[in-house]
């Protein structure tokens, strides 16, 4: 599954402020930025980065006076109750999305532990059954995020613009793009997280063999790959020390991204929140 960002282009008024500009470069250089489901951490990374600095780019919108003047006028008062509730939502999303990442973290650690301290094959499996049984549960919440997300951004936009004041039409407008850019790439890392753990039984001698020289043939090559998958891989082959030792080599690499990731949330997050407040204060004066 390929996600691009798809972001229409966005009619400003003559004489754009050097905010609105900027709001249009990042929107644009977003919308350059495909992930697909078996892309690294790292690409999930830098699109949620960029996302930060579209919202700090909207910060300064909503901080000009030109912009909460014709915002506390509450003229499109569907339009704002719209843009309010998605924010509440993706904040939700956002939410959840740090918990998930935590209790992988969480799972993570414990596996890595339990691979220093092994006393044997049969706690070894033991261990990458419950590891896998986590994977399983995650997966299944995952995908009813995404079925959120993907409810929530058929809605965004549904409310018609009101024309009178061309700069109010504008700034709804960006913030709509804002949400909808903002939705999938919350989707690109829920897609990401809820990649396939081990294949179906019946074929998994082969496969697992298959995969586990992929991950090899990655590893020397240095190719952008999903780290989920890595792990997945090498989990299946974890017969002797030595495969044990690439089991946590990966691991310790899905663990930094996991890092990675939540940082980048926990970023976000903060200015979701800044930019909902500020919004809610221009309204409400």
């Given at each position: 599954?390929?996600?691009?960002?798809?972001?229409?282009?966005?009619?400003?008024?003559?004489?754009?402020?050097?905010?609105?500009?900027?709001?249009?470069?990042?929107?644009?250089?977003?919308?350059?930025?495909?992930?697909?489901?078996?892309?690294?951490?790292?690409?999930?990374?830098?699109?949620?980065?960029g996302?930060?600095?579209?919202?700090?780019?909207?910060?300064?919108?909503?901080?000009?006076?030109?912009?909460?003047?014709?915002?506390s006028?509450?003229?499109?008062?569907?339009?704002?109750?719209?843009?309010?509730?998605?924010?509440?939502?993706?904040?939700?999303?956002?939410s959840?999305?740090?918990?998930?990442?935590?209790?992988?973290?969480?799972?993570?650690?414990?596996?890595?532990?339990?691979?220093?301290?092994r006393?044997?094959?049969?706690?070894?499996?033991?261990?990458?059954?419950?590891?896998?049984?986590?994977?399983?549960?995650?997966?299944?919440?995952?995908?009813?995020?995404?079925?959120?997300?993907?409810?929530?951004?058929?809605?965004?936009?549904?409310?018609?613009?009101?024309?009178?004041?061309?700069?109010?039409?504008?700034?709804?407008?960006?913030?709509?793009?804002?949400?909808?850019?903002?939705?999938?790439?919350?989707q690109?890392?829920?897609?990401?997280?809820?990649?396939?753990?081990?294949?179906?039984?019946?074929?998994?001698?082969?496969?697992?063999?298959?995969?586990?020289?992929?991950?090899?043939?990655?590893?020397?090559?240095?190719?952008?790959?999903?780290?989920?998958?890595?792990?997945?891989a090498?989990?299946?082959?974890?017969?002797?020390?030595?495969?044990?030792?690439?089991?946590?080599?990966?691991?310790?690499?899905?663990?930094?991204?996991?890092?990675d990731?939540?940082?980048?949330?926990?970023?976000?997050?903060?200015?979701?929140i800044?930019?909902?407040?500020?919004?809610?204060?221009?309204?409400?004066?």
């Amino acid at each position: 599954m390929a996600c691009k960002y798809h972001v229409r282009s966005i009619s400003w008024p003559s004489r754009s402020h050097p905010t609105t500009q900027r709001i249009e470069e990042e929107l644009n250089k977003l919308n350059k930025c495909e992930v697909s489901s078996n892309s690294a951490s790292g690409s999930i990374s830098n699109s949620l980065s960029g996302l930060e600095d579209l919202y700090k780019c909207m910060d300064d919108l909503l901080n000009l006076a030109s912009t909460q003047q014709v915002l506390s006028r509450n003229e499109n008062e569907k339009c704002l109750d719209e843009l309010l509730d998605g924010s509440v939502r993706l904040l939700d999303v956002c939410s959840i999305g740090r918990d998930i990442l935590l209790r992988f973290r969480e799972q993570v650690e414990a596996l890595q532990s339990a691979f220093r301290r092994r006393k044997g094959d049969s706690s070894i499996e033991s261990s990458v059954a419950t590891f896998n049984c986590f994977r399983k549960k995650m997966k299944k919440d995952t995908k009813k995020l995404i079925a959120s997300l993907k409810q929530m951004d058929s809605k965004l936009g549904a409310s018609s613009l009101l024309d009178q004041d061309q700069h109010l039409s504008a700034v709804i407008r960006v913030m709509r793009e804002v949400n909808v850019i903002n939705c999938s790439i919350f989707q690109s890392l829920l897609v990401f997280l809820s990649t396939s753990s081990k294949p179906k039984q019946s074929r998994w001698s082969l496969v697992s063999k298959l995969m586990h020289r992929g991950v090899i043939a990655c590893e020397e090559k240095q190719e952008n790959v999903n780290e989920i998958e890595t792990v997945d891989a090498a989990l299946s082959q974890v017969s002797d020390s030595e495969k044990v030792k690439i089991a946590q080599k990966r691991l310790e690499a899905l663990e930094m991204s996991i890092d990675d990731l939540e940082s980048c949330l926990e970023r976000l997050s903060r200015l979701l929140i800044k930019s909902r407040a500020s919004l809610l204060n221009i309204i409400s004066q």
